[in-house]
């Protein structure tokens, strides 16, 4: 079974929040609301391992997790909120009457009522490019390469991001499409048993990960 997913090295993230400008250019997100939200986290005191002499801080970007067992799939009286073959969960507008019960449900506070148009929305994931072969544009725009998508069944090391440099070929197919590079290439090493994480388990199984080394993760408070 697919699971699509991304995996953000938050070592890499600059809190530049191209992710979600892009985000809500393409997917046309009503101001005030958001799909992508990038978190600052810190000032924090340095601990053992860290670079920086005194205080370090992060971004952590929040969206949809397109969770294994989603809790906003399970309350909804329509069908409306479902999971797809490749793992992510989607809402189908035709059927959803506004109820916002996924809304309540979702533990990371990341969909919202389209109020203009009477329907809840949230991350898609970009089924629109990634249905075609490309890549999420909030992945497509991250300055700092911080941010890989792939299939979870594939393994994290198999995630893609654009490739970089100045003989990377730059044209919309050439970015959207081709030039990829993987995390296992790009990344610098981690280990997955303490610098792998993800937000809050509700019971929900969130299939988002987040990179983090020699920082204190605050993800799950």
Known sequence: MTQYAIVTDLNRCVGCLACAVACKAVNDVPIG?????????????SIQGAQDADSYLYF????????????CVKV??????????DG??????????????????CPYNVRY?????????????????????GLPQCVIQCGGRARFFG???????????PAVGY???????????????????????FDASTDLHHLPNVGNDPNFAFILRNRDWKGDE
């Open 113 to 133: 009522l389209n109020e203009e148009e009477g329907v809840v929305e949230k991350c898609t994931l970009c089924s629109q490019i990634v249905g075609q072969g």
């Open 151 to 161: 299939d979870l069944d594939q393994g994290i090391e198999s995630f893609e991001a």
């Open 60 to 71: 952590l970007p929040v969206q949809c997790q397109h969770c294994a067992d989603p809790e």
């Open 88 to 105: 992510t969960v989607q809402i189908d507008k035709a059927k959803c009457i506004g109820c916002q019960f996924c809304a309540m449900s």
């Open 33 to 45: 609301s958001f799909w992508n939200k990038v978190l600052r986290i810190g000032p924090n005191a």
């Open 76 to 85: 909804c009286p329509t069908g409306a909120s479902h999971k797809l073959e």
């Open 167 to 189: 003989d990377t070929d730059r044209t919309y197919d050439g970015l959207y499409a081709g030039n990829r590079v993987t995390l296992g290439e790009l990344a610098q090493d």
